[in-house]
């Protein structure tokens, strides 16, 4: 039976491109409190785990909306540049990852 490996740590030039995106994406996402919201989760999950899969159901629950706000939500912030899908799981979910040259084009 194998031990399974935990995912490397970002290393500290990621980090701080993290916390610069982390300050673009908070000023660039007007839409609303969920704008705000997603791209933290997207790039905290990413950085974890080097993929982001979100359930538009899950993050509608914990956000106390519909899916139909996350998912406008998931638009404009893919119109915008924070965010890009890069693919979808078998079942249907977006595969995201942030788009971390935002917070370095001086956007």
């Known amino acids: 039976m194998k031990n399974p490996t935990t995912p490397a740590a970002p290393d500290e030039a ?3 491109r993290l916390v610069r995106y982390a300050a673009t994406s908070a000023r660039l996402a007007t839409g609303g409190r969920n ?9 905290d999950q990413w950085s974890r785990t080097g993929s982001c ?3 538009v159901r899950t993050l509608a629950d ?13 638009n404009r912030l893919e119109r ?19 788009v971390l040259q935002v917070a370095s084009d001086g956007h």
């Open 14 to 16: 990621t980090m701080r």
């Open 35 to 43: 704008d705000f919201r997603i791209p933290l989760m997207v790039a």
């Open 53 to 55: 899969v979100l359930s």
């Open 62 to 74: 914990q956000f106390g909306t519909t899916r139909r706000t996350v998912c406008k939500s998931l």
């Open 80 to 98: 915008a540049g924070l965010i890009r899908q890069v693919g979808r799981t078998a079942g249907g979910r977006r595969i995201l990852e942030p």
